[in-house]
Structure formats: C-alpha cells, structure tokens
Nanobody, 120 residues
Framework: QVQLVESGGGLVQPGGSLRLSCAAS????????MNWYRQVQGKERELVAN????????NYADSAKGRFTISRDNAKNALYLQMDSLKSEDPGVYYC?????????????WGQGTQVPVSS
C-alpha cells in the first residue's frame, strides 16, 4: 500500500521560512513524478511545484517562483518543499502528490495534507 505522509506545517510570520517534508512508503519512490499542491478553503487544489523522477527538472507556479524550492531524496524516499519569504497569500493545506503511468494507466497517490497558516 502506497503511503505519502506530509509533515512540517505550522504557523509562520510573513517573510519567514518553512520546510515541508513528504515521506513515501510502499512504492519505489524513484518511479514517481512528484508534486506539491496547495488548497485554500473554497477553492480548487492548485499545483505549486513539480519535480521529475531524478530530481534534475523542476517547475513552479508563478506564485512560488524564486521563493519555493522543491527537491527530493530518492535514497530516503522523501520529497521536500522549502518555502522562503512567505507571504500572507501562501497559507493553505499543502498536499504531496506522486504519480506514475504504467501500461497507459496513471496511478495517483496523495498524502493527507499539512496545514500552513500564515499569521497576518
């Protein structure tokens, strides 16, 4: 059974930093393309950052560019999101997502989310 477990959320001040982690189990982690998503209450989940299986290619939402860094450690089955220069519009529930396509079928895996509130 594939499990993704996020951690590291917490209250921070605008301008502060936070590092989110996602621990994967039950899967060969290096086979997954990994994403961080954010969801704000009442809105759809949005992609924040993406990283390829080898960790040498990343993409960011415009809102995250220059402030957030996604990385992974395949040896540790771990995904990270370093969040710097946090803004008041950054809070939400952050979800770790991994997917892979096998035989033409895409399998998606989600964590339970970790809350990142930012104090005003």
């Amino acid at each position: 059974q594939v499990q993704l477990v996020e951690s590291g959320g917490g209250l921070v001040q605008p301008g502060g930093s936070l590092r989110l982690s996602c621990a994967a189990s039950g899967v060969t982690f290096s086979t997954l393309i990994m994403n961080w998503y954010r969801q704000v209450q009442g809105k759809e989940r949005e992609l924040v950052a993406n990283i390829n299986r080898f960790g040498d290619s990343t993409n960011y939402a415009d809102s995250a560019k220059g402030r957030f860094t996604i990385s992974r450690d395949n040896a540790k089955n771990a995904l990270y999101l370093q969040m710097d220069s946090l803004k008041s519009e950054d809070p939400g529930v952050y979800y770790c997502n991994g997917y892979r396509t096998t035989g033409g079928i895409q399998n998606d895996y989600w964590g339970q989310g970790t809350q990142v509130p930012v104090s005003s």
